[in-house]
């Protein structure tokens, strides 16, 4: 057996409030294509960052061709032939081909740029890929297949000896793939040995040599892509233990007070119709760009639909943005909570009446007593635990921001909650709190539609799971019926 | 907690700068200058209103200056016609905020950059003011109207009116929804729309009340001046945005309060009452006030820094101030330490005579003020000299004047940059006792007339006569045929108007010569480049071009030379400036008017010195010499410096 050209062992990463990775392993043959596996959060992309010198590991080692390597960054981890493809990717659209590959690595000729010698140098790199793009064509003109070539070729430029591709295959066309994979078969032929990351099983059978399992920041094991099958993988994604299992509460379930009617748009291709009653909690699984987000904005109203209403408690919305769907007694806590939730610069009583603006004014003077015991109540209720309700919100740990958010809901006393991630990047205390806090909700008869990546939430707390595919809804499992490879098969689509 | 720091900081600069300007001046520190200072900072206060809703919403508006000229014309050209304050009032508010709810219009529903729509509101609606005028300034204004810039038990109402305002606009901001969601959307818009905020609505609002705000300076600035031009207010959105930045008001949006903006703005007033306190040279005010204003700034970002940090402790906690102070010293003690360099500080004479000339961006002004200081220091008097930057900063002007009354100068010597809008500070030194001698520019005599306004005498070029002998030189130069262009000054100026009829009057008897085009350049050599580029474009058969100065006569010349039709096209210009002459001497240029410029300065400071010395009156008109210049005389009017 040949010996590995990349061992990376006992990998720990910690982020606050995380375990990112803990005692990671992975071990790379040369001249093969290696498939990393794993659920959202399972530390796959984390693992190839500290490898790309994007983050630096807090434990462990990297041994490349032999001797250890401890990248400093993405520049240093170049010098050493470690590229990563980003499924963003990386260009600069306004520039053309050649200048991209060659950008920041320019030949130059006293000074100047040698625009002849940087064509001639992008078409060689371009026909090693078997492509035939014009170098001098502006990348924002070409095809995201054309630009993930550019990539590749740039990564080539850098002399790239081991090349880590995300999700490669996310936007591309059934042809393109093809394509794509014969590229990678020649660099792989040609003695750069690809780790590859997808959700696609079809594309691991199809592309893999072997394949690595990833779980909760840990690597479960590898496996030849020869000698595995779908289930063994699915079983390995997903086993779990029945103790991580959330509590759920018994509550007796109302009457229907959203119902979604053949719901489409730009980003949820096929119609989507389902219904919440009170009380209930509709947990939504998928994996990452499953259109899970896509779902809840398009419900909530933040954007923009084809066709399909959305009813709040009886109430049609017209789909004229957030403002109405609040008013008809929806609220939606943001994935993102920095970037869409909070505003930072506000203190913790400002952020949370913010929605409930008009039940402490009065024709537009705000009673700053009334408003102070509205956020008083709702601190209080959740335990935020803040110096002074004046405290600015940038200062409070991941926890507690949640909280305030949460609060801003709570206190617009919303009667369906469109919940996105709600306990993303917060220690496991606040976890527990804010289970306890759903539970309570739709003890109340609020409605919840629970989005999450963490199967044990989703099982734990859910009476029925919708599971997507690629903005389409795979099937609506009830609670009896869910279990982690039941919504895997469906996340994966690989029943169908 | 938010800002509080910032506004201290700001706090403390300002009382560190009334402190030490009160320290370095005798005329600083007095009650009557005080209010002046707060009154000239109340135009950027009330603007700066406006900009800080704008800017805490993470916005732009770079639009009040301009609207704050229309709005004026609206309200002067209503008075003027005879209609009712309060009727010419609403409507001058009314416009301002019209153009306002445009600009937040435009920035929501065409989901523009506010820096875009308001860039381009601040065209156009400049545009609409000059179209609207005429381009001329609008006087003739009721008594009653005046009441906005007098006194109420001896505080001016200018200051009242902010202080009213500045409450209003902090409970705005503190207390009501527009305040709040005004911080949440520039704070995270996203986060605030997906809260329910209607972001669109309330940004249309705010800009409004940019523009209100914008209207409500219009108004007051109109009464002050006692006319509206349609060329004040430029640069005014800046100084509106420097003074909420200088206040602790984030340019990234979700941060500041209008207190902060108020101390900004009383910050630059206060910089600029005591840089002429201490007669620094205008000049250098543009770097003390720039230098304040990017400490600032680079001191806001500091803080912004250190706000993810634990609280600072120890000595830690006044490092800002203290920065921010030293800072402030250095540059006032930098500008006394030139102003003691550069002027005989050892002995005061007896007299102080001040030259207020339109600006001293020009060799016609320093030729001005050397003469008037050669004369001065014969006579053994003090001669201070002090300009706005731009010949259009008639505000500018006026607030000089009223520095000049508070540090009780003598006599004034004065080149008005508004023949109508100058004449309520004429009135003031009137009052004041302080006689007043027009230099080069008239005042409007109807104005002058309404509100009781005199001056001594007029010192200055006869411009027409000027105008006519360049006319008759041209005329005979083309043999009487020929297209010709002229470059207009500022229109409405005296001066600009006199050299143009007077030009005119001259080709009167020659009907072979035709006038293809007659466009103004405000003055400006780069403005008059452009234009005469155009004109070059539009009329291929052109012979010569009359330029009402030597500014844009050169300007015009650089233009031909470019398209390569200098041996074509004959250049005259008006004033013979230095550089002027040099052209004319190398044959580039055909002929300049000369004027005398310093016998101005010379006879101007002589007749003040006489009447305040023996209380010999001067005769009301003093007219200097006006010539042409050619190559023929020009080594007899001013010999080649020798190389």
């Known amino acids: 057996m040949t010996s590995p050209l990349l061992v990376m062992s006992g990998i720990d990463k910690h982020f606050p409030g995380v375990q990112a990775l803990a005692s990671a392993d992975l071990e790379v043959l040369p001249g093969e294509v290696h498939v990393l596996l794993g659920e959202n959060g399972a530390g796959k992309s984390t693992l190839m960052k500290v490898l790309c010198g994007q983050y630096e590991a807090d434990a462990g080692e ?33 520039l053309t081909v050649a200048e991209n590959i060659f950008l920041g690595h320019e030949p130059t000729a006293g000074g100047i740029i040698a625009d002849r010698r940087m064509a001639a140098g992008a078409r060689d790199l371009l026909r090693r890929l078997k492509c035939a793009i014009d170098p001098g ?17 740039r990564a080539l430029q850098r002399r790239a000896r081991l090349l880590v591709m995300d999700e490669p295959s996310a936007a591309l066309s059934d042809a393109e793939i093809e394509a794509l994979f014969a590229v990678i078969r020649d660099l792989v032929g040609g003695g750069v040995p690809v780790i590859y990351i997808s959700h696609r099983m079809p594309e691991i059978f199809a592309i893999g040599d072997r394949v690595t399992v990833m779980r909760d920041g840990r690597t479960v094991g590898t496996k030849r892509v020869a000698s595995t099958e779908v289930s063994e993988l699915i079983q390995m994604m997903v086993g779990r233990t029945v103790a991580d299992r959330v509590p759920k509460r018994g509550v007796v379930l109302g009457g229907v007070v959203l119902e979604v009617d053949g719901l489409f748009g730009p980003r949820i291709p096929e119609p989507v119709s389902l219904s919440l009653r009170e009380g209930e909690i509709l947990g939504v699984a998928g994996l990452m760009g499953s259109g899970r987000t896509d779902l809840a904005r398009a419900i909530f109203g933040a954007d923009p639909t084809d066709g399909g209403t959305v009813t709040v408690a009886g109430r049609t919305l017209a789909g004229l943005g957030p403002a109405e769907s609040i008013a008809a007694g929806m609220g939606f806590l943001t994935e993102d909570r920095k970037q ?13 009446s913010l929605t409930s603006l008009d039940e402490v004014s009065r024709a537009g003077v705000i009673d700053l007593g009334a408003e102070v015991e509205l956020a008083r109540t709702e601190v209080d209720r959740l335990h935020i635990r803040v110096p002074s309700l004046d405290q600015t919100i940038v200062n409070l740990s991941g926890g507690n921001q949640q909280k305030v958010v949460l609060a801003r809901w709570l206190a617009a006393r919303c009667r369906v909650l469109l919940f996105d991630e709600p306990t993303r990047g917060i220690d496991v205390g606040a976890k527990a709190e804010i289970y306890e806090l759903i539970g309570e909700l739709v003890a109340q008869g609020v409605a919840v539609l629970l989005i999450s990546s ?37 996340a994966l689509k690989s029943t169908a | 907690m938010r800002g509080l720091s910032s506004r201290l900081q700001t706090l403390f600069i300002l009382v560190g700068l009334v402190g030490l300007f009160g320290v370095a001046s005798p005329h600083f520190l007095t009650t009557d200058n005080l209010l002046n200072v707060m009154q000239q900072s109340a135009i950027n206060a009330i603007l700066g209103i406006g900009l800080t809703f704008v800017i805490i919403s993470a916005g732009i508006d770079l639009s009040v200056g301009s609207i704050l000229a229309l709005c004026g014309l609206v309200v002067a050209d209503l008075l003027a016609a005879g209609h009712s ?18 600009n937040g219009l435009v920035t929501t529903l065409g989901r523009i950059p506010p820096f875009i729509t308001t860039l381009g509101m601040m065209l156009v609606a400049r545009s609409a003011a000059k179209i609207y005028s005429g381009s001329k300034p609008i006087s003739g204004l009721p008594e009653s109207f005046r009441a906005l810039s007098g006194d109420i038990l001896g505080i001016p109402v200018l200051v009242i009116v902010v202080a009213v305002l500045y409450v209003f606009a902090h409970l705005v901001l503190t207390r009501t929804k527009l305040g709040r969601y005004t911080y949440a959307i520039g704070g995270n818009e996203q986060a605030a729309w997906l809260s329910g905020v209607p972001v669109g609505r309330y940004k249309i609002a705010i800009y409004g009340l940019s523009g209100l705000m914008a209207g409500v300076a219009a108004v007051l600035m109109t009464s002050r001046l006692n006319a509206a031009s349609p060329l004040t207010g430029e640069m005014y959105e800046l100084y509106a945005i420097a003074a909420a930045v200088i206040g602790g008001v984030s340019l990234m949006g979700g941060e500041g309060r209008v207190l902060g903006t108020l101390i900004g703005a009383l910050i630059m007033g206060t910089l600029r009452n005591g840089l002429n306190a201490l007669n620094v040279p205008s000049a250098l005010e543009g770097m003390v006030v720039g230098g304040v204003l990017v400490a600032a700034v680079v001191l806001d970002r500091a803080r912004h820094r250190g706000v993810a940090k634990a609280p600072v402790g120890g000595w830690r906690r006044f490092r ?19 102003r003691a360099g550069s002027g005989p500080s050892a002995q005061q004479p007896t007299l102080t005579v001040a030259f207020v000339p339109k600006a001293l961006n020009s060799p016609f002004w320093g030729q001005m003020q050397e003469a008037g200081e050669a004369e001065a220091e014969a006579l053994g008097v003090n001669l201070v000299s002090l300009a706005a930057d731009r010949e259009t900063d008639v505000e500018r002007q006026y607030q000089i004047i009223e520095n000049l009354i508070q540090q009780r100068v003598d006599a004034i010597l004065l080149a008005p940059s508004g023949s109508k809008e100058l004449v309520p500070a004429i009135s003031k030194a009137n009052d004041a006792g302080i006689p007043v001698l027009l230099l080069d520019t008239r005042i409007d005599e109807a104005a002058a007339a309404s509100v009781g306004a005199e001056v001594l005498t007029y010192i200055g070029s006869d411009n027409f006569e000027g105008g006519a002998v360049a006319g008759r030189y041209l005329a005979a130069e083309l043999g009487g045929v020929g297209e010709i262009a002229v470059i207009e000054g500022i229109s409405g100026h005296e001066t600009a108007d006199q050299r143009r009829l007077g030009f005119l009057s001259g080709i009167e008897g020659s009907p072979g010569l035709r006038v293809v085009a007659s466009q103004t350049a405000d003055w400006e050599r780069a403005r008059a480049y452009t234009v005469a580029e155009n004109l070059l474009q539009a009329h291929p058969g052109l012979d010569a071009v009359f330029a009402a100065n030597d500014e844009m006569a050169l300007g015009a010349l650089e233009a031909i030379d470019a398209a390569g039709r200098i041996s074509e096209v004959a250049v005259i210009g008006f004033d013979a400036i230095p550089d002027a002459l040099a052209n004319i001497r190398s044959g580039r240029m055909l002929g300049s008017v000369a004027q005398f410029p310093s016998e101005m300065g010379r006879l101007g400071v002589r007749h003040a010195v006489e009447l305040l010395r023996s ?7 003093v007219l200097t010499r006006v010539e042409l210049i050619d190559a023929h005389n020009v080594d007899d009017f001013a010999p080649p410096e020798p190389r």
């Open chain 1, 62 to 94: 990297i041994l490349f061709r032999g001797s250890p390597v401890r990248p400093t960054g993405p520049l240093d981890a170049e010098r050493q032939g470690l590229v990563m493809i980003h499924q963003e990717l990386n260009l600069v659209p306004g």
């Open chain 1, 137 to 153: 064509l502006p990348v924002a003109k070409l095809s995201v297949a054309e630009q993930q070539l550019v990539e590749i070729a």
């Open chain 1, 340 to 352: 869409q939730g909070l505003v930072l610069q506000c203190s913790v009583t400002e952020n949370i």
């Open chain 1, 454 to 490: 963490e199967m044990p939430e989703l099982l734990g707390l859910a009476d029925r799971i919708a599971v997507l595919h690629e903005g389409s809804l795979q099937g609506i499992l009830p609670r009896g019926e869910a279990t982690p490879e039941r919504i895997m098969e469906l």
């Open chain 2, 85 to 102: 304050p309060v009727l010419a009032i609403a409507l001058g508010l009314l416009v301002g905020l019209g153009c306002g709810l445009v």
């Open chain 2, 320 to 338: 800002t101030p203290a920065v921010v102070g030293v800072l402030a010293v250095v540059s006032v003690a930098g500008a006394v330490a030139i």
């Open chain 2, 615 to 621: 209380g010999k009156a001067p005769p009301v008109e």
